[in-house]
């Protein structure tokens, strides 16, 4: 009885954890929709996709990594990373398109690897691992690149950023293809409740025959893997490809992940709540461009709406333990 009393309680604090994002969304889809009729416009409604698609895709490695109890702060520089080798291998070398992405989503397997495994082996905390992982792959995309920006030719790079399917951008299928996909996994299968357990109490997970480090591995060598593939979409978006790219998507990202409820410590998230949060960030930085906002104003909602979500985080544990 006690056990059926507390999933029902779980399940009302998801529904208003939930609602309050969709309550959010709507509010702010008012507000800017009469601030500017440019707003609702569907082909404004779809550039904003576009726009957050790069770091959204990203969240769903973050959120399943964060679940397990570790940051991955290598998003930014491996996107960079990916999408320099992709362009140089095709556009420098004259490679075949297809294996300047399978090198580039194989080298965001790699470093996702060697993530989980140095964390997992040396019992090392996950933030100093991938801030230190993080330099090395900026550093190496550019000495790979001598700092120089390549610019795409190539259609089939390009169909990453600009291609269409029934008439949605390529970018927005892809990132909805990994919130299901990821959706279903967590939700649906064995894997999906280790990575919870895992997160949750991972001694206890150990004890429950769960093989914690093999699980915390393949996930980061999975958010390497987005984060990779994140990057093909960027420079697809963009026509090229520079080693400073995506400096500052690893705040995107995390604010998009925490505006999502999953927890700081771990052993609780919603992949498709990040998708709530990501869409709170793509509304405020669109309605604020059509309103000619200044960027600088821009970067300062992203800080504010970091702030609220770690704050909003804390409160709500507190509720919960009481």
């Known amino acids: 009885m006690k056990n059926t009393n507390s999933n029902v309680k779980a399940k009302i604090r998801n529904l ?22 440019y707003f609702l416009n569907f082909k404004n409604l779809m550039n904003m996709l576009v726009s957050v698609s790069v770091i959204g895709i990203a969240a769903v490695g973050f959120t399943c990594t964060l679940i397990a109890s ?23 070398t004259g490679l075949p398109w297809y294996a300047g992405v399978l090198a580039a989503l194989g080298a965001g397997l790699v470093v996702g690897f060697l993530n989980g495994l140095l964390i997992t082996k ?20 550019y000495i790979y690149t001598g700092g120089i920006t390549i610019f795409i030719t190539d259609p089939h790079l390009k169909w990453f950023g600009t291609g269409k ?6 970018p927005v299928v892809i990132m909805l293809l990994c919130y299901g996909i990821f959706y ?56 090229a490809a520079l080693p400073s790219s995506a400096d500052s998507y690893n705040m995107d990202v995390m604010t998009a992940v925490l505006l999502g409820g999953t927890a700081l410590t771990g052993g609780e998230g919603n992949i498709l709540k990040t998708l709530l949060g990501l869409l709170i960030i793509g509304i405020i930085n ?16 992203k800080g504010a709406l970091l702030i609220v979500a770690v704050v909003y985080d804390a409160i709500r544990r507190k509720l919960q333990a009481n």
Not at 70 to 92: F, H, W
Not at 123 to 135: N, Y
Not at 228 to 239: F, Q, R
Request: aromatic share 6%; hydrophobic share 55%.
């Open 16 to 37: 208003i954890n939930e609602g309050s994002l969709v309550l959010v969304i709507v509010v702010l889809c008012v507000f800017f929709s009469i601030k500017t009729p």
């Open 70 to 92: 570790g940051a991955d702060l290598t998003t930014g520089a491996m996107m960079a990373l990916s999408s320099c080798l992709s362009a140089s291998l095709v556009t420098n």
């Open 122 to 141: 040396f019992k090392i905390a996950p933030i100093v691992i991938t801030l230190g992982m993080m330099s090395i792959v900026r550093g190496i995309a």
């Open 165 to 170: 399917l029934l008439g949605i951008s390529i």
């Open 184 to 239: 279903f996994i967590s939700r649906k299968t064995v894997f999906g409740r280790k990575i919870f357990a895992c997160g949750s109490n991972a001694t206890a997970s150990r004890l429950a025959g769960i093989k914690v480090d093999t699980v915390v591995t393949v996930l980061f060598a999975i958010s390497g893997f987005l984060s990779a593939l994140a990057g093909l979409v960027m420079s697809g978006i963009a026509s």
């Open 286 to 301: 669109n309605g604020m461009a059509l309103l000619n906002v200044q960027s600088y104003w821009q970067m300062l909602a």
